[in-house]
């Protein structure tokens, strides 16, 4: 997130790496990024503003939005989304949820 412009102090660097998708031939990059329950609703708000993501919804067993678009100041277009598995059920309760995952993904042929 440094390298595009968009670190935030409550989104945690976990890994990067390259995946190679045979089924669809898609390649990508995909950064992985730790979100605490505390922060959820911040980070959720910034997203929904910044890349146009629907709000988290609880389905099953966890949380997920959509995923949205924004293009870096590289130029290049990413796709971002947060989610993950979590037996909290009620928004009132982010903060007992461990953390969410916020995944950029950088595509080197647009899906």
């Given amino acids: ?25 898609m390649d990508r990059l995909e950064a ?3 979100v605490e329950g505390k922060d ?20 099953c067993c966890g ?3 959509s995923e949205g678009d924004f293009k870096g100041r590289d130029g290049v277009m990413y796709t971002i989304g947060m989610g993950g598995e979590a037996s909290v059920s009620t928004r009132k ?3 007992k949820i461990p953390f969410l995952k916020l995944r ?8």
């Fill in 40 to 59: 959820i609703a911040k980070v959720e708000n910034w997203l929904i503003h910044f890349a146009h993501v629907t709000p988290l919804k609880f389905a």
């Fill in 93 to 95: 309760a982010f903060a």
């Fill in 1 to 25: 997130m440094r390298q595009l412009g968009l670190q935030r102090p409550d989104v945690k660097f976990v890994s990067c790496e390259q995946v190679k998708s045979s089924d669809l031939g």
């Fill in 104 to 111: 950029i993904k950088r595509y080197f042929e647009r899906p």
């Fill in 63 to 65: 949380w997920e939005s």
């Fill in 32 to 34: 992985v990024y730790r």
